[in-house]
């Protein structure tokens, strides 16, 4: 099956390869090793090009993409009438704004007339990034380099700032130092310009320790993400595989939330809902037939959490999931 993601070096391309691995394990084989299932992750480059391989690439069947990205090709129509062509399987992650500049470089005001990677054209990063400083009033000399030759002109000073939208941590970033000479600049979250498509976040010293010291925060935005798939036709053959597919990820999900996987799986709630799209019907009823299995266990946890010294804490959300997972770890208690 074949998973289209971002670069190499974006966390969104670390999301399909901890799929494309864990799958692949636990699974019986074939008399040759064959196994019934098995992800291929297909470079892509994160944007509207993501959603034009599944629609278009013999063998591409789901990608991870921007919400805002994907909603704005539906509504232009860029590659005609999408909203019977792709169904969503869940909402994932969201990707945050890293705004890498120069040591010059203190504030957005500082940028103009600069030099300024937004990342390869047609990119979440160009688009996004293109349309952000426009509306926050800042005009900028734009470059469309990959991740390694932008940090690279950043060095010889020819580009006084780099963007790239994905979530963090992002590997690529976090083996960059401050011997490197850069750091990351804060990206304010306005309302008025920006609360329609964008969220506010922040980037953490626990996120990039290279880059940030000890209790050092940035300020940034960031954007929704989810798995977007084909809508094969019942009876095809691609159909049962994608079936197949999400069959398997929903019910190994809980191997996902440990310390071996990237932390963006913590924030990913299957069954959460993505307004103005149909999910893939497979994944709909698979999330109805759980839906009382997950109620029991919430009513349980309820009770469990009754004349504590906390019995609401402000992290019950995550205090849930961690209880979930220590029940996937210890089957039977």
């Keep these: 099956m074949g998973f289209v993601t971002g670069t190499p070096q974006c966390t969104e391309f670390a999301i399909a390869q901890d799929i494309a691995t864990t799958l692949a394990s636990g699974q019986e084989s074939g008399p040759h090793g064959e ?11 994160g944007g509207s090009r993501s959603i034009l391989d599944v629609l278009t690439l013999a063998g591409a069947d789901v ?28 909402p994932l992650h969201v990707e945050e704004f890293h705004l890498l500049a120069r ?3 203190a ?21 996004l990034g293109r349309e952000v400083l426009n509306r926050l009033g800042v005009k900028i000399i734009e470059s469309n380099l990959g991740p390694d030759a ?16 994905s979530g963090k941590p992002v590997s690529f970033l976090a083996r960059v130092g401050q011997a490197g000479g850069v750091h990351f600049l804060p990206i304010p979250y306005s309302k008025e310009l920006l609360q329609q498509d964008y969220l506010p976040s922040t980037l953490r010293h626990e996120d990039y320790p290279n880059i940030l010291g000890i209790d050092a925060t940035v300020d940034t935005i960031a954007i929704k993400s989810a798995l977007f798939a084909y809508n094969w036709p019942p009876r095809n053959e691609r159909f049962r595989l994608l079936e197949l597919f999400v069959q398997t990820l929903f019910t190994r999900f809980p191997e996902f939330l440990g310390d071996a996987h990237h932390p963006k799986w913590r924030e990913v709630n299957l069954a959460a809902l993505l307004p103005g799209w ?3 019907r497979p994944a709909e009823r698979w999330l109805q037939q759980q839906s009382g299995g997950e109620a029991a266990l919430r009513k349980a946890f309820g009770r469990f959490l009754e004349g504590k010294p906390t019995a609401n804490p402000p992290d019950r959300e ?16």
């Design 107 to 127: 504030s957005l005001a500082d940028l103009a007339g600069k030099r300024v990677n937004l990342g390869e054209d047609g990119s979440a990063s160009a688009v």
């Design 103 to 105: 040591p010059e470089i």
């Design 35 to 45: 196994v019934a299932l098995r992800v291929v992750p297909i470079v892509g480059n």
């Design 278 to 280: 149909r999910r893939f």
């Design 150 to 165: 932008a940090l690279e002109g950043m060095r010889k000073g020819d580009i006084s700032a780099a963007l790239l939208v």
């Design 318 to 333: 995550e205090l849930f999931r961690d209880f979930l997972r220590w029940r996937e770890r210890n089957p039977g208690k």
């Design 63 to 90: 990608a991870i993409a921007p919400v805002i990205l994907v909603d704005r090709l539906r509504e232009a129509k860029t590659f005609g009438d999408i909203s019977h062509k792709l169904v969503y399987i869940a």
